[in-house]
């Protein structure tokens, strides 16, 4: 790199042309050598929750032992969400693309002497494959990735989301540059009709279609417009829209500033939620810096169009994810929905027009720039174009955030990609959506997963979450999981919402001790039935699909709590009984020691026993036995 | 002069006087007291001009606004979806019972509250339980008691200092 290269690089310059980012752009390629060794650390949730950043202070203190300087070669680099976070922490070491998982910070001297210093593999700490043990020693090998197609989250794990000049070397911002140098409002409109886009939060609105209606809303009621960008990410199980905001956020924000550009708005809001610090954090950064490049703010690349943002952090509601409680969230109220009879895109946010979509949405716009909305729509499939980020969750061995084209096979993703469930069992069942989406059973693992083909089983596509759940878990107890959730993040406003969760939840609080009868599933459908009609939003209207679905497919379950007063799946607390199977059990005392309410007796070396009136039934004799002695019946 | 009422002064200065920011200066509140006070409240109300009864509606409406002091150890357990299939629940209960105190509550002795929270998005390392914002993941209820056993002892060990 020259010095001049250099000094240009530290301190922003305001670009005033497309030119002058393809020239900043070329500047910091230059700048990086291609073979300089770099240690990539995921900072992503579930990686720095499992110690990643004293891993990385690991590495940095590593080089600085073996008398090398960090800031000359090699670096170390943090960056959000890689993506198997079931294997975290993770560790990339650049240029091989070396994958090392769980590692811990003693790890790090030998992986520098080996892999940093020389170019070899340090296998104990890569990838193996649980079934046939084989290694995999780069990303382009481990299936997980491999057969997955990245494309919003390509940059993912990649890039350091604090520093703009890394997401510019990968080409952030260039379809802004095009957009505003190349193209007029109503152009952009059109690529995004064409593109087949569905709005990624849960309902799978035609984007292009929004805003469509709000150009036309424009025409009647004038300006001011809004753009806002809806990061309450609330699903539980869902982290795709915080994992893309914490590592890619120039993504979201170049596909608001144009998305703001097609509708002539000056003002947008990053609504995003509470508990995601790090992604208010990151955006925070990433808009200040974006503004010091005049990427934002007054007369954007000298295009003459002006646009600024500000973030809105969430309170922990989950109904502010409903665009209209989000808009009096903004406006500094209880969020409350309100009717749709007249839609957002003419009456939204200040009662003006206003165009939300969801973060994975926002991120998707500058794809679609860059490759032309026809290009765009062959991705995936007719009806749902693109591709679609999930949240691997559950019971599923590779745990993380997983990207395919829509109408990817169902077993692809769980089985091929995620692993299964582990020990060669079928899965029981996988959620989808969220507390608004259903249980998809195993017969149905085929189902393509796009917007329609969800809708079809009774699921939906929602944000993304994807539940994997084995025979341990019981349907009951997860529909009456998601009822309780729903019960509580109930605003309240509307009757059938309020009151008819509580119901619902009420039957299923029966049916998990064993009262109630086959009668109440049909109450419990007409409950259902009456929320899908009269519930003042998608809240409260989406609520019974946990329940609808887990009925339509696994009636037999719902039916052996009522009938035969028993809990297939050894969860309902009242249905189930502890016990220590002689055996098996060599006295070691241990969960005598640790049992809560002292109900369980016997001699040291000889076989215990449970005091079943007695006992809680809270499972931690089963959690403290090392020789699986416990069973449940 | 009141320390406390000062630091209020320069949270109110930091946003405009008007009602859309009401969110706004409650969450800095909460984050610098660990909840809202009622003459906090009523300073918030004189600066926006919202009233009194609207501002707690808009505070008892978020789950992340506390009205009453919180102890001197916030315990979070996740209870997202993930984190309930292995077990989240089973903590919620075990700690309610070790710490005499329903989630949502403050230990009479101002040590421990206990609060649940919907989902971290930390799902592969559930279930999660949170300490005074650090993360503890795949937590068992072995786990769990040590580490209140060291929060205890903590405690105990600075009493003794003083």
Same mark, same amino acid.
């Given at each position: 790199?020259?010095?001049?290269?250099?000094?240009?690089?530290?301190?922003?310059?305001?670009?005033?042309?497309?030119?002058?980012?393809?020239?900043?752009?070329?500047?910091?390629?230059?700048?990086?050598?291609?073979?300089?060794?770099?240690?990539?650390?995921?900072?992503?949730?579930?990686?720095?929750?499992?110690?990643?950043?004293?891993?990385?202070?690991?590495?940095?203190?590593?080089?600085?032992?073996?008398?090398?300087?960090?800031?000359?070669?090699?670096?170390?680099?943090?960056?959000?969400?890689?993506?198997?976070?079931?294997?975290?922490?993770?560790?990339?070491?650049?240029?091989?693309?070396?994958?090392?998982?769980?590692?811990?910070?003693?790890?790090?001297?030998?992986?520098?002497?080996?892999?940093?210093?020389?170019?070899?593999?340090?296998?104990?700490?890569?990838?193996?494959?649980?079934?046939?043990?084989?290694?995999?020693?780069?990303?382009?090998?481990?299936?997980?990735?491999?057969?997955?197609?990245?494309?919003?989250?390509?940059?993912?794990?990649?890039?350091?989301?604090?520093?703009?000049?890394?997401?510019?070397?990968?080409?952030?911002?260039?379809?802004?540059?095009?957009?505003?140098?190349?193209?007029?409002?109503?152009?952009?409109?059109?690529?995004?009709?064409?593109?087949?886009?569905?709005?990624?939060?849960?309902?799978?609105?035609?984007?292009?279609?929004?805003?469509?209606?709000?150009?036309?809303?424009?025409?009647?009621?004038?300006?001011?417009?809004?753009?806002?960008?809806?990061?309450?990410?609330?699903?539980?199980?869902?982290?795709?829209?915080?994992?893309?905001?914490?590592?890619?956020?120039?993504?979201?924000?170049?596909?608001?500033?144009?998305?703001?550009?097609?509708?002539?708005?000056?003002?947008?809001?990053?609504?995003?939620?509470?508990?995601?610090?790090?992604?208010?954090?990151?955006?925070?950064?990433?808009?200040?810096?974006?503004?010091?490049?005049?990427?934002?703010?007054?007369?954007?690349?000298?295009?003459?169009?002006?646009?600024?943002?500000?973030?809105?952090?969430?309170?922990?509601?989950?109904?502010?994810?409903?665009?209209?409680?989000?808009?009096?969230?903004?406006?500094?109220?209880?969020?409350?929905?309100?009717?749709?009879?007249?839609?957002?895109?003419?009456?939204?946010?200040?009662?003006?027009?206003?165009?939300?979509?969801?973060?994975?949405?926002?991120?998707?716009?500058?794809?679609?720039?860059?490759?032309?909305?026809?290009?765009?729509?062959?991705?995936?499939?007719?009806?749902?174009?693109?591709?679609?980020?999930?949240?691997?969750?559950?019971?599923?061995?590779?745990?993380?955030?997983?990207?395919?084209?829509?109408?990817?096979?169902?077993?692809?993703?769980?089985?091929?990609?995620?692993?299964?469930?582990?020990?060669?069992?079928?899965?029981?069942?996988?959620?989808?959506?969220?507390?608004?989406?259903?249980?998809?059973?195993?017969?149905?693992?085929?189902?393509?997963?796009?917007?329609?083909?969800?809708?079809?089983?009774?699921?939906?596509?929602?944000?993304?979450?994807?539940?994997?759940?084995?025979?341990?878990?019981?349907?009951?107890?997860?529909?009456?999981?998601?009822?309780?959730?729903?019960?509580?993040?109930?605003?309240?406003?509307?009757?059938?919402?309020?009151?008819?969760?509580?119901?619902?939840?009420?039957?299923?609080?029966?049916?998990?001790?064993?009262?109630?009868?086959?009668?109440?599933?049909?109450?419990?459908?007409?409950?259902?039935?009456?929320?899908?009609?009269?519930?003042?939003?998608?809240?409260?209207?989406?609520?019974?699909?946990?329940?609808?679905?887990?009925?339509?497919?696994?009636?037999?379950?719902?039916?052996?709590?009522?009938?035969?007063?028993?809990?297939?799946?050894?969860?309902?607390?009242?249905?189930?009984?502890?016990?220590?199977?002689?055996?098996?059990?060599?006295?070691?005392?241990?969960?005598?020691?640790?049992?809560?309410?002292?109900?369980?007796?016997?001699?040291?070396?000889?076989?215990?026993?449970?005091?079943?009136?007695?006992?809680?039934?809270?499972?931690?004799?089963?959690?403290?036995?090392?020789?699986?002695?416990?069973?449940?019946? | 002069?009141?320390?406390?009422?000062?630091?209020?002064?320069?949270?109110?200065?930091?946003?405009?006087?008007?009602?859309?920011?009401?969110?706004?200066?409650?969450?800095?509140? @909460? !984050?610098?007291?660990?909840?809202?006070?009622? %003459?906090?409240?009523?300073? +918030? $109300?004189?600066? #926006?001009?919202?009233? /009194?009864?609207?501002?707690?509606?808009?505070?008892?409406?978020? @789950? !992340?606004?506390?009205?009453?002091?919180?102890? %001197?150890?916030?315990?979070? +357990? $996740?209870?997202? #979806?993930?984190?309930? /299939?292995?077990?989240?629940?089973?903590?919620?209960?075990?700690?309610?019972?070790?710490?005499?105190?329903?989630?949502?509550?403050?230990?009479?002795?101002?040590?421990?509250?206990?609060?649940?929270?919907?989902?971290?998005?930390?799902?592969?390392?559930?279930?999660?339980?949170?300490?005074?914002?650090?993360?503890?993941?795949?937590?068992?209820?072995?786990?769990?008691?040590?580490?209140?056993?060291?929060?205890?002892?903590?405690?105990?060990?600075?009493?003794?200092?003083?």
């Amino acid at each position: 790199m020259s010095d001049s290269t250099a000094a240009k690089l530290q301190t922003p310059w305001r670009l005033t042309s497309p030119g002058d980012l393809e020239t900043l752009r070329n500047d910091i390629i230059e700048s990086q050598d291609p073979n300089r060794p770099t240690i990539v650390v995921c900072h992503g949730n579930g990686c720095l929750a499992g110690g990643g950043a004293k891993v990385a202070e690991a590495f940095r203190q590593g080089l600085s032992d073996a008398g090398i300087n960090a800031k000359l070669m090699p670096g170390v680099k943090t960056t959000g969400c890689q993506g198997l976070c079931s294997r975290g922490p993770l560790v990339t070491i650049q240029p091989h693309g070396f994958c090392y998982q769980r590692v811990q910070p003693g790890d790090a001297a030998e992986i520098i002497e080996k892999s940093v210093m020389a170019t070899e593999p340090v296998e104990r700490l890569m990838h193996r494959d649980t079934k046939t043990g084989e290694v995999f020693h780069t990303e382009e090998e481990i299936p997980f990735y491999r057969l997955q197609e990245r494309r919003v989250i390509q940059k993912i794990g990649k890039i350091d989301p604090t520093d703009i000049t890394d997401a510019i070397a990968t080409g952030a911002y260039s379809s802004l540059a095009k957009v505003l140098s190349t193209m007029t409002p109503q152009e952009v409109v059109l690529e995004m009709e064409k593109s087949g886009l569905r709005g990624r939060g849960g309902a799978g609105f035609p984007t292009g279609r929004k805003w469509r209606s709000a150009l036309q809303a424009i025409e009647k009621k004038g300006r001011p417009v809004y753009v806002v960008v809806n990061g309450d990410e609330g699903d539980p199980g869902a982290f795709m829209d915080g994992a893309i905001m914490e590592g890619d956020p120039h993504a979201v924000l170049e596909g608001l500033i144009i998305g703001a550009y097609a509708l002539g708005a000056e003002k947008g809001y990053l609504y995003v939620r509470a508990e995601y610090p790090m992604a208010i954090k990151h955006l925070e950064m990433a808009m200040a810096q974006a503004r010091s490049y005049g990427l934002m703010g007054e007369n954007i690349l000298n295009s003459g169009f002006s646009f600024d943002a500000r973030i809105n952090r969430g309170a922990g509601a989950f109904v502010c994810g409903e665009s209209t409680a989000l808009f009096t969230s903004i406006e500094g109220k209880a969020g409350n929905p309100r009717p749709k009879y007249v839609r957002s895109v003419e009456e939204g946010l200040w009662g003006r027009p206003t165009v939300l979509n969801n973060v994975e949405t926002w991120a998707n716009i500058p794809l679609i720039m860059g490759m032309g909305g026809e290009e765009y729509a062959k991705i995936g499939v007719p009806h749902s174009t693109g591709t679609k980020v999930f949240c691997l969750v559950g019971k599923v061995e590779n745990v993380g955030l997983v990207e395919v084209p829509m109408g990817t096979p169902m077993t692809r993703i769980v089985e091929d990609i995620g692993g299964g469930v582990g020990g060669g069992k079928p899965f029981k069942a996988v959620q989808t959506g969220g507390p608004s989406g259903g249980c998809i059973p195993y017969s149905l693992k085929d189902t393509p997963v796009d917007f329609d083909s969800l809708t079809k089983v009774g699921s939906m596509m929602g944000s993304g979450a994807m539940i994997v759940m084995d025979e341990t878990d019981c349907v009951v107890d997860v529909g009456r999981y998601f009822l309780k959730f729903l019960e509580e993040e109930s605003c309240g406003k509307c009757i059938p919402c309020r009151l008819g969760l509580s119901r619902m939840r009420e039957i299923l609080d029966n049916f998990s001790q064993g009262k109630g009868s086959a009668a109440d599933i049909e109450d419990l459908t007409s409950l259902s039935n009456a929320l899908k009609d009269g519930a003042l939003c998608a809240l409260g209207s989406s609520a019974p699909n946990p329940v609808l679905t887990t009925i339509r497919y696994f009636k037999d379950e719902y039916l052996a709590h009522v009938e035969d007063h028993k809990c297939p799946a050894g969860v309902c607390k009242s249905l189930i009984t502890f016990a220590i199977d002689p055996e098996k059990c060599n006295g070691c005392m241990s969960c005598a020691r640790n049992c809560p309410a002292e109900c369980i007796t016997g001699k040291k070396k000889e076989p215990h026993a449970i005091d079943a009136s007695q006992c809680l039934r809270c499972g931690i004799c089963l959690e403290t036995c090392k020789f699986d002695a416990i069973f449940v019946s | 002069m009141n320390p406390v009422g000062t630091n209020l002064e320069e949270i109110m200065d930091r946003y405009p006087g008007e009602p859309e920011y009401l969110i706004f200066l409650l969450q800095d509140i @909460q !984050s610098s007291y660990g909840y809202i006070s009622p %003459e906090s409240m009523q300073r +918030v $109300c004189d600066r #926006t001009g919202v009233p /009194l009864t609207r501002a707690y509606s808009v505070a008892t409406f978020y @789950q !992340s606004f506390r009205l009453d002091p919180k102890g %001197e150890h916030e315990i979070k +357990v $996740c209870l997202g #979806t993930a984190c309930h /299939l292995k077990g989240g629940q089973r903590l919620v209960d075990e700690l309610e019972r070790r710490l005499h105190v329903e989630a949502g509550g403050t230990t009479e002795d101002m040590r421990f509250t206990l609060n649940t929270v919907n989902c971290l998005g930390a799902c592969a390392i559930s279930p999660v339980m949170v300490v005074d914002d650090e993360y503890h993941p795949s937590m068992s209820v072995k786990k769990m008691d040590r580490e209140l056993k060291r929060l205890r002892h903590e405690g105990e060990k600075e009493v003794g200092n003083v």
